[in-house]
């Protein structure tokens, strides 16, 4: 079993920049790909950013690409998101998610272990 657990949320201005953080428990291994969704106001969930646990290339959506960043801790068993520049369209839900498989994929049915999410809120 994998637990995760996020946190860093908050309500930042325009411009402005969080740190989220996901802190993983139990049986990670470093095959396992570890991903950011999120999920806005009245909108389906849809994928951020992903890595493999073991380190590897990272994947950003279109929408974010260039100003988050998502990185991970072996160490620490932690996987972290930089976001910097934030924008109102940024608001949501965000949700740390892990698959046994060393392959990132952007669908939410692939993901079998889930954190109970950390609420960003950008103001405008």
């Known amino acids: 079993q994998v637990q995760l657990v996020e946190s860093g949320g908050g309500l930042v201005q325009t411009g402005g920049s969080l740190r989220l953080s996901c802190a993983a428990s139990?049986?990670?291994?470093?095959?396992?790909?570890m991903t950011w969704f999120r999920q806005g106001p009245g909108k389906e969930r849809e994928f951020v950013a992903g890595i493999a646990w073991g380190g590897g290339p990272k994947y950003y959506s279109d929408s974010v690409k260039g100003r988050l960043t998502i990185s991970r801790n072996n160490a620490n068993h932690t996987l972290y998101m930089q976001m910097n520049n934030m924008k109102p369209e940024d608001t949501a839900v965000y949700y740390c998610?892990?698959?046994?498989?060393?392959?990132?994929?952007?669908?939410?049915?692939?993901?079998?272990?889930w954190g109970q999410g950390t609420q960003v809120t950008v103001s405008s």
């Open positions: 998610a892990a698959r046994n498989s060393i392959v990132v994929v952007r669908s939410t049915g692939d993901y079998a272990y």
């Open positions: 139990g049986r990670i291994f470093p095959s396992y790909a």
